[in-house]
T-cell receptor
Framework: SQTIHQWPATLVQPVGSPLSLECTVE??????LYWYRQAAGRGLQLLFY??????ISSEVPQNLSASRPQDRQFILSSKKLLLSDSGFYLC???????????FGQGTRLTVV | AQSVTQLGSHVSVSEGALVLLRCNYS??????LFWYVQYPNQGLQLLLK??????LVKGINGFEAEFKKSETSFHLTKPSAHMSDAAEYFC????????????FGTGTQLKVEL
């Protein structure tokens, strides 16, 4: 069966520090991969999605970036964190473009 | 562009009472619709989905939803609430015309009281 791993579960980082969140999927090939951010009272916002290695689409302008160095690995990064980057970050995958997405357990990021 | 609107950011019901969480959608093409549940500090879990076919969809934990095209709605219901149903619920839409960029509603926090 397929599983998705996301880490770390919680992270407290100072303003201006770099960020790297990692997500990996097991048990499938060529998944579609997604990064969402959930801010209090604002639902889920799609940040990036990828349909293949090296193929990244950005949905919103921000100081975050994403990379997909391997088929089942998706990384969310920032060179310098802002206070507004605080939130709950969720990685997800889907097997095709017409199916539901399956979510990781999320990372609670607090920028202080 | 497609979107979903969830009416009511907070809903409170008594244990054993009917649960009704509302979701209306906007889409220029026939949508795929989903309901997810999120427990505190966890990821989202799929409750049920509508793609094509039967408009009444049954999901896990006794939940069901009915796709009503004429009303552009996909409301989530459960006949009898349980304390364990307390969570946040998200309605989502995906376009059938291409891509799978799920668009989520802002969520409804369900509280179940004794």
């Amino acid at each position: 069966s397929q599983t998705i791993h996301q880490w770390p579960a919680t992270l407290v980082q100072p303003v201006g520090s770099p960020l790297s969140l990692e997500c990996t999927v097991e048990g499938t090939s060529n998944p579609n991969l997604y990064w969402y951010r959930q801010a209090a009272g604002r639902g889920l916002q799609l940040l990036f999605y990828s349909v293949g290695i090296g193929q990244i689409s950005s949905e919103v302008p921000q100081n975050l970036s994403a990379s997909r160095p391997q088929d089942r690995q998706f990384i969310l990064s920032s060179k310098k964190l802002l206070l507004s980057d605080s939130g709950f970050y969720l990685c997800a995958w889907s097997p095709t473009i017409y199916t539901e997405a399956f979510f990781g357990q999320g990372t609670r990021l607090t920028v202080v | 562009a497609q979107s979903v609107t969830q009416l009511g950011s907070h809903v409170s019901v008594s244990e054993g009472a009917l649960v009704l969480l509302r979701c209306n959608y906007s889409s220029s093409v026939p949508p795929y619709l989903f309901w997810y549940v999120q427990y505190p500090n966890q990821g989202l879990q799929l409750l049920l989905k509508y793609t094509t076919g039967a408009t009444l969809v049954k999901g896990i934990n006794g939940f069901e939803a009915e796709f009503k095209k004429s009303e552009t709605s996909f409301h989530l219901t459960k006949p009898s609430a349980h304390m364990s149903d307390a969570a946040e619920y998200f309605c989502a839409i995906a376009p059938t015309g291409g891509g799978n960029k799920l668009t989520f509603g802002t969520g409804t926090q369900l509280k179940v009281e004794l």
